[in-house]
C-alpha cells in the first residue's frame, strides 16, 4: 500500500475538479481512504501490486483494470463512505493534491535547483563514474535510479500541469498541515 496513493495520483482524470475543490475536508478524507485501503491490499495483494504499474498516460486502463476487479465492490463501499462518488474522482482529488504539492515544492527550491538540474546533476555523477572505472552493480545501480527518477519526475510534472491555480494556493495555504499527513514513504 506504501506505493498505491503515488499510483493513484498518476491515473486521473481532471472530469470531477469542478466537483471536489481541495479542502482540509477533502484531504483528510483522501488519506483516510487511502489508509483504509491498505486492508484491501493485504485481502488483493496481486491487484493492488498490479495497479501501482499505470501511469499517469493510462489513465483510462487503470481505471477499467481496478474498476473490473474483484476487488472493486469493497473499493466502492470506501469510495462512499469517504465521500467520493467513484474512483475518478477519488484519483482526480489524489492528481491534483500532488501536483499541487509538486509543483509548490518546485516553486520555493532556490534558483538553478530544480528537477532538471538536479537530474543533469546525476547524470554526470554517473558519467563521472565510468569515467573512474567504478564497479558495474553501482553504475547499474545508479542508471536504475536515474531511469527511475526521470519518469517520476515527468509524472510529476503532467500531475503538476493538471493542478488548478486554486489547488496551488490552497497546497501553498496549508502546506504544513498537507506534509504532516503524506505518508513518509509517499514524500517526493
Known amino acids: 500500500m506504501k506505493y498505491l496513493l503515488l499510483a493513484i495520483v498518476f491515473v486521473s482524470p481532471m472530469l470531477w475538479a469542478a466537483d471536489k475543490p481541495l479542502s482540509k475536508e477533502v484531504v483528510t478524507s483522501l488519506y483516510s481512504l487511502t489508509e483504509q485501503m491498505e486492508v484491501l491490499e493485504a485481502k488483493y495483494p496481486k491487484i493492488f501490486t498490479e495497479s501501482e504499474t499505470f501511469g499517469i498516460t493510462d489513465q483510462d486502463k487503470a481505471i477499467q483494470f481496478i474498476s473490473s476487479s474483484k ?24 492528481i491534483r493534491l500532488m501536483g499541487g504539492l509538486f509543483s509548490v515544492r518546485m516553486e520555493k527550491m532556490p534558483a538553478g535547483m530544480d528537477m532538471k538540474s538536479m537530474l543533469k546533476s546525476l547524470e554526470q555523477n554517473i558519467d563521472n563514474m565510468k569515467k573512474q572505472n567504478m564497479p558495474e552493480s553501482l553504475i547499474s545501480s545508479m542508471e536504475a535510479s536515474l ?29 504544513a498541515w498537507i506534509m504532516a499527513m503524506v505518508p513518509h514513504e509517499s514524500r517526493f
Open 71 to 94: 476487488a472493486y465492490p469493497d473499493v466502492k463501499k470506501l469510495l462512499s463512505a469517504s465521500g467520493f462518488k467513484n474512483l475518478e474522482e477519488f484519483y482526480d482529488v489524489s
Open 147 to 175: 531511469k527511475k527518477n526521470m519518469e517520476r519526475t515527468r509524472e510529476m510534472t503532467i500531475a503538476a500541469e493538471k493542478a488548478s491555480a486554486t489547488d496551488k494556493k490552497f497546497v501553498s495555504d496549508n502546506m
